[in-house]
């Protein structure tokens, strides 16, 4: 017989062991070695049992264990001493609070999904393990933010494979008591719930659950309450589940819900409210408009409030491809919106923030990330290249201009390397270079040799190889109930063989099976009698995702192959545990992706953070920090004539670079046994890319680019009764008015030689109509540069122009047009070389941080 509702009742500790609770309940221990060592000893082999989860340990320990530690006093010490470390950790000032000069006291960091811990699986993918990573580097910092999401009971799936080779999804449910949560309440003890008005006058409700991560408090919205009817209690039933309306519910608990419980948070704990509204994607954009509710609410109008919430809100996307971005129903957004749910919110003014209003778009649907980069004045993408693929992506939003100028920025990821650093590289740190801090040792120093470096990666290849044979052990199990497993899993994967490392989600663009687009070949490569390969790959395909699982399938089908199954494996559902153990237990890191449609691809950052080296096309975060010592990479084929060519050509050149660069050096050993080229390229690995790649770098940009610049936006547009706000809201609405009748009407020049040379002046007169407009309302400037055969130019400069106080007295005998202004500059010609240029008009506010920012844009015909 089966339950029909499960929960875990948590062991009474003896009270000299008190303190594991308050070690338990704060999920720095996903990260702090420790911590976790702390808890390991308790129970080795049940801590891995269960999957290095403290609260289920402490459920399932033997009562008599804890009994006996209680009662030795070096263990109790050292619960008190790590206890003690933990409290300092969360109460001493750090790197935030030493930065001088204005910074916001509160940030709230919005996401639908957060990787943290395999034991709280609220995450799909790159995306919520990104999350995960920026709370926790947060936390190391000292940054003010507070995380909001969803909890959802059944998480995104577990997956297994059938004996076909086909994924199976199952979604067991998560018991929160079991989890290092806490129900938010007031100073009564009632539960704080968050109530979302819906059509046909019923009530969405949800509970708010509490972890913290670190320094870090994470607010997560769960439905599945007795105050909601059935149906409305499955809205946070499991990630990314169900059709465009339960999605748009989600969404709509997540960003208008989610900024109700900060707002209640932040009251109850005596906490100023949030000044910078980060928002990771665009899934939980509605939280600008319940910010815009909120201010006309406090006597703003619409566009007034729109100024304030805009100058406060940082928008991240992830998305290169269109087809990635959430689109609603316009009709379905407007059913939710006709009713009480934000008051004072227009339902046309809410949805022109989501409209394509621009060519090839469609009048049909609700854009999430359109309505995100309206939201937010600051946007950025990913990675460097990420950011050039946005801005051409979005550039529709920004007619007129060049993509260059759109106003999307880029900060590269970064991922937390306590989490995912190996503890055996983190103890050759403390050892040999005197610091744990992996992203920070001395990496060149003699002090580590050739041979530390050597060991140490052999030692976390074979922990990676045993696990591998425990979790294929486990899945043959599954599919053969009651069986005696084979004597060839014992088998899979050589401890001393080159292991390359393939995982993550199982989109098509990430093309799982290019390595088998000659089957053959790649055999030869596995088996290859002198340097031979192995490949481990996992990763899980989105349930609806018909083609994923037809990958998925092709990969597990060459794998069973009695030749090849113990050099390749497919292993089933990938998560964070596995990661750990992957990534340190690789020696090179494949990905191949068809560029450029990975924003940034943080697994092969967690490989080379344990010194592995990357295999991967020049996409994502690999074209900024490749330099030809820390790995290879896979030439493009973008010029190929369609994708099947586009797959043959690099999947060829995946072959050569594995067969005559890769495993040659991987093999070339000295007399010790060590192949020395190899680990310098691990030396080099460690020293160069573990600053850059750890998250810490990733959260200090965000700060100082973005967290600070929106505090101050909104501090300053908020003061005295939203005066400036008000300002520029009447401002905006006189400039978009009369924009239309804006143009630049001649321009003239002069002071050129015939034959124009290095060093010549250009004097540049620019006669402009501004339908009414003051010069200090807009800036006139020459654009110039490099023009190229079809008249664009590039290499671009721009230049001012001053509007001139006595036109008359400035005319050089051309009549000037009838109303127009003169605006007057002078340009160095300081380059040879085919120039062009030409002039241009935009909006000009010091509360603009972008000439691009209104969309709005004059240029000379």
């Known amino acids: 017989m089966k339950a029909i509702r499960k929960f875990t009742v ?170 290092p949560l806490s129900v938010l309440r007031r100073a009564d003890g009632s539960a704080v719930q968050v109530s979302l008005a819906l059509p046909d006058n019923r009530t969405l409700h949800a509970r708010v659950w509490q972890a913290m991560v670190g320094r870090i408090r994470l607010l997560m919205l769960d439905t599945d309450i007795p105050e909601n009817a059935d149906d409305l209690r499955l809205v946070t039933d499991r990630l990314y589940g169900g059709g465009g309306e339960h999605r748009l519910l989600q969404e709509l608990l997540l960003g208008i819900g989610g900024a109700r419980a900060v707002k209640l948070w932040s009251n109850l704990n005596g906490r100023p409210d949030p000044e910078v509204f980060h928002t990771n994607e665009g899934h939980a954009g509605f939280l600008g408009l319940e910010r815009i509710s909120s201010l006309i609410g406090d006597g703003l109008s619409f566009s007034e409030a729109l100024q304030v919430a805009r100058a406060g809100t940082v928008f991240t996307t992830h998305t290169p491809v269109a087809a990635g971005i959430d689109r609603f129903e316009r ?20 949805l022109a923030l989501g409209a394509e209003n621009y060519q090839d778009g469609s009048p049909d649907v609700f854009n999430m990330a359109l309505m995100g980069l309206r939201l937010g004045q600051r946007a950025n993408g990913v990675s460097k290249l990420h950011g050039e693929v946005s801005r051409r992506m979005f550039k529709g939003l920004w007619p007129g201009f060049d993509a260059e100028d759109v106003p999307i920025a880029s900060i590269t990821n970064g991922v937390h390397a306590p989490t995912w650093t190996d503890p055996a590289l983190l103890a050759l740190a403390q050892n040999r270079l005197g610091t744990s801090d992996t992203s920070e040792a001395d990496w060149a120093s003699d002090a580590v040799s050739d041979d530390d470096l050597w060991q140490v990666r052999g030692q976390m290849r ?177 010029a190929a004539g369609d994708s099947a060519e586009r797959d043959r050509i690099e999947a060829d050149a995946l072959y050569e670079l594995i067969e005559h660069h890769v495993a040659p050096r991987f093999y070339d050993r000295n007399a010790d046994g060590v192949p020395e080229r190899w680990v310098s390229s691990i030396r080099h690995t460690l020293a160069g890319l573990s600053p850059e790649l750890n998250a810490g770098r990733m959260v200090r940009e965000y700060v100082q680019k973005l967290y600070r610049p929106a505090g101050q936006a909104e501090a300053r547009l908020s003061a005295n009764n939203y005066r400036a706000a008000r300002e520029l809201a009447v401002w905006k609405g006189r400039i978009v008015a009369a924009w239309p009748g804006v143009a630049v009407a001649h321009v003239e020049s002069g002071g050129v030689a015939t034959v124009p040379q290095v060093g010549d002046e250009l004097h540049l007169r620019a006669h402009v109509h501004l339908n009414g407009l003051e010069p200090g309302d807009v800036t006139v400037e020459v654009v110039y540069g490099k023009s190229l055969g079809n008249d664009e130019l590039s290499d671009v400069s721009t230049l001012a122009l001053t509007a001139a106080t006595d036109p008359d007295q400035e005319s050089t005998g051309s009549p000037a047009p009838g109303n127009a202004t003169l605006f007057t500059g002078t340009v160095q010609l300081d380059r040879g070389g085919a120039f062009g240029y030409t002039v241009r008009v935009v909006p000009r506010n010091d509360l603009l941080i972008s000439p691009a920012e209104m969309g709005l844009i004059a240029v000379a015909g």
């Open 10 to 179: 948590r062991t009474v500790l003896p009270e000299s062991l008190a303190a594991l609770d308050e070690l338990a309940g704060n999920l720095r221990w996903s990260w702090h070695e420790p911590t976790r060592q702390l808890f390991e000893h308790i129970a080795p082999e049940l801590w891995r049992e269960i999957g290095a989860d403290p609260v289920a340990l402490l459920g399932s320990v033997d009562p008599a264990r804890l009994e006996a530690l209680s009662r030795d006093h070096d263990y109790v010490s050292w619960v008190n001493s790590v206890r003690a470390d933990l409290r300092d950790y969360l109460e001493q000032p750090r790197w935030y609070q030493g930065l001088e000069g204005e910074k916001p006291e509160s940030i709230a960091y919005f996401s639908p999904e957060f990787g943290i811990a395999a034991a709280l699986p609220q995450y799909s993918g790159g995306l919520g393990i990104l999350a995960g990573d920026h709370l926790k580097s947060a936390s190391d910092l000292g940054v003010p933010l507070v995380g909001v999401g969803l909890f959802y009971r059944a998480g995104y799936f577990s997956q297994a494979i059938s004996p076909d080779g086909w994924q199976v999804e199952s979604y067991p449910l998560l018991d929160p008591d079991g989890l």
């Open 331 to 350: 009709s379905l957004v407007r059913r939710y919106f006709e009713t009480d749910l934000l008051p004072g919110v227009a339902v046309d003014d809410l």
């Open 462 to 638: 074979l922990q990676f190889v045993e696990d591998a044979r425990r979790r294929i052990a486990t899945a043959w199990l599954v599919q053969n109930p009651g069986g005696i497993v084979p004597s060839w899993i014992g088998k899979v994967f050589d401890p001393s063989v080159l292991t390359i490392g393939f995982a993550r989600r199982v989109p098509t663009y990430k093309r799982l099976t290019l390595m088998l687009h000659d089957p053959e070949r790649l055999r030869a490569l596995l088996l290859h009698p002198e340097h031979p390969i192995q490949i481990v790959i996992a990763g899980k395909s989105h349930p609806a995702d018909e083609e994923g699982k037809r990958l998925i399938q092709k990969v597990v089908q060459f794998a069973a192959d009695p030749e090849l199954r113990t050099r390749i494996a497919f292993l089933p559902d990938y998560n964070i545990g596995m990661a750990q153990l992957m990534y340190p237990g690789t020696d090179v890191w494949l990905n191949n992706p068809l560029r450029p449609l990975e924003a940034c691809g943080t697994s092969g950052m967690k490989a080379a953070l344990n010194g592995a080296l990357n295999l991967s096309i020049l996409d994502g975060w690999w074209p900024e920090y490749y330099d030809g010592k820390n790995g290879w990479a896979i030439p493009s084929a973008d």
